[in-house]
């Protein structure tokens, strides 16, 4: 059974129960098992940009499910269009003003489309780590005055508790060895490239800033390094 393969580190979502012979959930099995690799379950996603390839993961070290959308061929190991993005519920899905995250989702996939080849890597890792209700609870802290980095200090967490560490096996699963890498962030391409994937560019991401997420957007640049090229 291939689940007991060395090379197998992270199981996908799809390969998870199926019973062998001695009665043993491939689950089971791989919870054991030194885990090496990444593989996802694949379906079509047509969406308002183009119709993608939608892989899902799940991450055992987190019990995290998070998606790539591909578009496009990589076998040619040409460099990769890319963006790491990590969720914001607010910003991707209820079309908050506090941050810039939904107008750079839809930036990405835009680029990606219209380039016709690339991926996005959807980071289930929510307010910049910390989780839901905790991000509920920073921006009460910012509704009081504290700027993100600050509220984050005063919950008692990182300024960025994201981990990008499964993201770079995500991406080298879809067979990407080189990247160009669409975020403001160089923390981001640092982590990338520890994890052995090749960043050959940094593509500069700019939507979504307004009066309402004014500060934040320069307290990420003050504070947290991003960039504003
Ligand atoms: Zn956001």
Redesign the pocket.
């Known amino acids: 059974m291939n689940s007991h393969s060395s090379e197998k580190k992270y199981r996908a979502i799809g390969q998870l129960p199926q019973a062998d012979a001695a009665g043993q959930s491939a689950a089971e099995a791989s919870a054991g098992s030194s885990p090496t690799t990444v593989s996802g379950i694949t379906c079509r996603l047509p969406t308002r940009y183009g119709e993608f390839a939608l892989h899902g993961y799940a991450d055992p070290a987190t019990g995290l499910e998070h998606v790539a959308l591909t578009l496009g061929d990589f076998s040619d190991g040409a460099p990769v269009l890319l963006r790491l993005h990590s969720e914001?519920l607010?910003?991707?899905t209820l079309f908050?003003l506090?941050?810039?995250?939904g107008p750079q989702l839809e930036a990405s996939l835009r680029a990606i489309a219209s380039e016709g080849r690339g991926a996005l890597v959807y980071l289930r890792q929510e307010g910049r780590g910390i989780g839901l209700i905790n991000k509920i609870r920073a921006y009460a802290l910012q509704d009081t005055g504290a700027d993100t980095v600050d509220a984050n200090r005063m919950l008692g967490f990182a300024d960025d508790a994201r981990d990008y560490r499964f993201a770079a096996h995500i991406v080298q699963s879809l067979g990407i060895r080189q990247a160009r890498l669409l975020t403001n962030n160089p923390l981001k391409v640092r982590a990338l490239e520890a994890q052995q994937v090749e960043v050959i560019e940094r593509i500069p991401l700019h939507a979504g800033a307004n009066p309402m997420n004014h500060r934040y957007l320069s307290t990420k640049a003050q504070r947290m390094g991003h960039l504003q090229d």
Do not use: P
């Open positions: 914001c607010t910003g991707d908050s506090r941050c810039d995250c």
